[in-house]
């Protein structure tokens, strides 16, 4: 139901510990029934019985635009482990090391000092060099092998996703050109894509890391990305 969250109307909620057993709570009572006199089991369906309903999941297309629109790290760790088990590595935490390597190889982006422990970013022991991530948004800016879909999943500058509210004051220059994806584990980064005032389209990898670094780093990061959309081809290593 939703992430099993308390408030799904909230961006941020406490998620229960056993949403199967909720979500039937939840259909019991949108059948108008008190689940208390309800007895619920659990099992497989009945292949014999006629099929009064079904629920899947949405397609993976649709779960990355909202993993990458929304910053959401649990849907991000859920697609490593199916990424881990659609590669034959088994689903589990130690796998992803290989599994998502191996999978970013088919975009011939090196993956060297790349450290994997977890797929929703937060673990201190995941490392991912600034090299890597702006390299990786550089395909991603060419297109194919499926990469405009994270193209087009990335939040905008001042208009949507994580980034709606970023982009003010002397950043607001850059509104609508940055599309990127903001980090905030051990520190803050924003990784993407400028197009830049002169037409130049660039990628970028950015990080704020180390003793000291508050919250007003993300107002930094918002600075320096409009100084490249700013520079534009200046920058450019063509």
């Not at 308390?6 to 056993?18: K, L, Q, V």
């Not at 949405?58 to 629109?69: D, H, I």
């Not at 905008?156 to 950043?171: E, H, I, Q, Y």
Request: with cysteine; glycine share 12%; proline share 5%.
């Amino acid at each position: 139901m939703d992430g099993d969250r308390a408030n799904p109307a909230e961006a941020t909620s406490p998620r229960g510990t056993d949403p199967v057993a909720r979500a039937g709570v939840l259909f019991a009572e949108a059948l108008g029934l008190d689940p208390d006199e309800v007895e619920f089991s659990r099992g497989s369906a009945l292949t014999s019985k006629p099929l009064l309903g079904e629920v899947t999941s949405q397609p993976v297309n649709v779960l990355v635009n909202q993993m990458l629109m929304q910053n959401d790290s649990t849907l991000a760790e859920q697609l490593a482990r199916l990424v881990s088990k659609a590669t034959g590595s088994g689903g589990t935490g130690a796998s992803l090391q290989q599994a998502i390597t191996s999978a970013l190889a088919v975009f011939g982006v090196s993956t060297s000092g790349v450290t994997v422990h977890d797929g929703s970013g937060l673990s201190a022991a995941t490392a991912i060099p600034p090299k890597f991530l702006a390299d990786f948004m550089a395909k991603v800016l060419a297109g194919g092998d499926n990469l405009n879909l994270v193209y087009n999943s990335l939040p905008v500058a001042g208009k949507s996703g994580s980034l709606a509210a970023r982009f003010a004051g002397d950043s607001a220059a850059a509104k609508n050109q940055v599309m990127a994806l903001p980090g905030s584990s051990g520190g803050y980064s924003l990784t993407g894509i400028v197009l830049s005032v002169d037409g130049t389209p660039l990628s970028f990898a950015f990080a704020a890391t180390g003793a000291g670094v508050k919250d007003d780093a993300r107002v930094a990061l918002d600075a320096l990305a409009t100084g490249v959309f700013a520079c534009g081809d200046n920058l450019s290593n063509n």
